[in-house]
T-cell receptor, first 114, second 108 residues
């Protein structure tokens, strides 16, 4: 158990819908990261927040957005869902915002878009 | 641009040693990470190299050559539970860039 929690564990929804994934970092960690992992593309970095502020942006689509709240939990919002958005979405956290650091990953949310 | 290459699959025998190679290309480099990921589970941190050379941690060692854009993960005394994907990642352009991973199968 990494100490990072993600809800829900599984999510099945239809194309065109909107969903929200939630992540609570390890106690004391200020930085939160979101990743998407699909079978053909591996682990793709989406976005990073540090202490409530966006710090880095990766391959995040405009249909996706995220935020980190004052209590440091984070939400990833996915809208106008497409079949290709079906993937495992991981949240990770770390104490500091840049290496050397160890990122701790949550168990992931498996999103299936039908 | 940024790129990472690792073999897609490898098979090794229980008790043996296996080396998983990783080559990368990036304009900005701030460290090389190795993660282990069992099927359907979250990645777990194995090692971090920022300077050239070998870092040893129990049965696992990781090597980095920045001039060659090359790293390897060495697993000794292989156990069945080491069957997993091993992800190489570098920190560049302010985020971690992952390879697609090497799926290692350990056979008796």
């Amino acid at each position: 158990d990494s100490g990072v929690t993600q809800t829900p564990k599984h999510l099945i929804t239809a194309t065109g819908q909107r969903v929200t994934l939630r992540c609570s970092p390890r106690s004391g960690d200020l930085s939160v990261y979101w990743y998407q992992q699909s079978l053909d593309q591996g682990l793709q970095f989406l976005i990073q927040y540090y202490n409530g502020e966006e710090r880095a942006k990766g391959n995040i689509l405009e249909r996706f957005s995220a935020q980190q709240f004052p209590d440091l939990h984070s939400e990833l919002n996915l809208s106008s869902l497409e079949l290709g958005d079906s993937a495992l979405y991981f949240c990770a956290s770390s104490v500091v915002a840049a290496p050397p650091y160890e990122q701790y990953f949550g168990p992931g949310t498996r999103l299936t878009v039908t | 641009g940024q790129n990472i290459d690792q073999p897609t699959e490898m098979t090794a025998t229980e008790g043996a040693i296996v080396q998983i190679n990783c080559t990368y290309q990036t304009s900005g480099f701030n460290g090389l990470f190795w993660y282990q990921q069992h099927a359907g589970e979250a990645p777990t941190f194995l090692s971090y190299n920022v300077l050239d050379g070998l870092e040893e941690k129990g049965r696992f060692s990781s090597f980095l050559s920045r001039s060659k854009g090359y790293s390897y993960l060495l697993l000794k005394e292989l156990q069945m539970k080491d069957s997993a994907s091993y992800l190489c990642a570098f920190f560049g352009a302010n985020n971690l860039f992952f390879g697609t991973g090497t799926r290692l199968t350990v056979i008796p």
